[in-house]
């Protein structure tokens, strides 16, 4: 699948597109992980989801630049 610049019509990038198939592994490979997310202490997961939310306003720049080509 190519992703494109609406207003230059540019391709920005090709991504491969999922398939039911890819789409049920990809599943599957969540639920396998649940148990050990599970298993970690709430405040780890929640030190996890902050480093997360660190790291997107860190490279917000970067990241609105991809969001606004795309759109």
Do not use: C, Y
């Not at 660190?54 to 795309?70: A, C, K």
């Amino acid at each position: 699948m190519q992703i494109i610049n609406p207003a230059t019509e540019d391709i920005i990038t090709e991504i491969e597109e999922d398939t039911k198939e890819s789409i049920a592994e990809k599943f599957r490979l969540l639920q396998d992980a649940q148990p050990a997310w599970q298993k970690i202490s709430l405040t780890k997961r929640i030190e996890i989801l902050m480093l997360f939310s660190d790291l997107l306003v860190q490279n917000i720049e970067h990241l609105g630049s991809i969001l606004t080509r795309e759109v």
